[in-house]
């Protein structure tokens, strides 16, 4: 299995900036797909960044241009650089990773940071 741990969550003025982390534990499987998902009181939760194995990223159109998702592939550990925040972005964020292993797929998810966005 794999085990994430998210980190850098807290309380934010409108226009500040957070990093969140999310270290990954050693595990036989290979992560090849690594994101953020967000859940804000009363709605569904949503994608809103993801990193492939090869650096390919993929971000939600509500966030490009102010998040930016990184990795340090040595530690196991992705970044989110969030920037520009607005009170909109205030949920409970999420690491996700996708892994295989011995042609066994599953998915992982941490327990959640909460950023709240607030002056």
């Known amino acids: 299995q794999v085990q994430l741990v998210e980190s850098g969550g807290g309380l934010v003025q409108p226009g500040g900036s957070l990093r969140l982390s999310c270290a990954a534990s050693?595990?036989?499987?290979?992560?090849?797909?690594m994101g953020w998902y967000r859940q804000a009181p009363g709605k569904q939760r949503e994608l809103v960044a993801t990193i492939t194995n090869g650096g390919s990223t993929n971000y939600a159109d509500s966030v490009k241009g102010r998040f930016t998702i990184s990795g340090d592939n040595a530690r196991n550990t992705k970044y989110l650089q969030m920037n520009s925040l607005k009170p909109e972005d205030t949920a409970v964020y999420y690491c996700?990773?996708?892994?295989?292993?011995?042609?066994?797929?599953?998915?992982?998810w941490g327990q959640g940071t909460q950023v709240t966005v607030s002056s």
């Open positions: 050693e595990t036989p499987f290979t992560i090849y797909v």
């Open positions: 996700h990773a996708q892994a295989v292993f011995a042609g066994t797929h599953i998915d992982a």
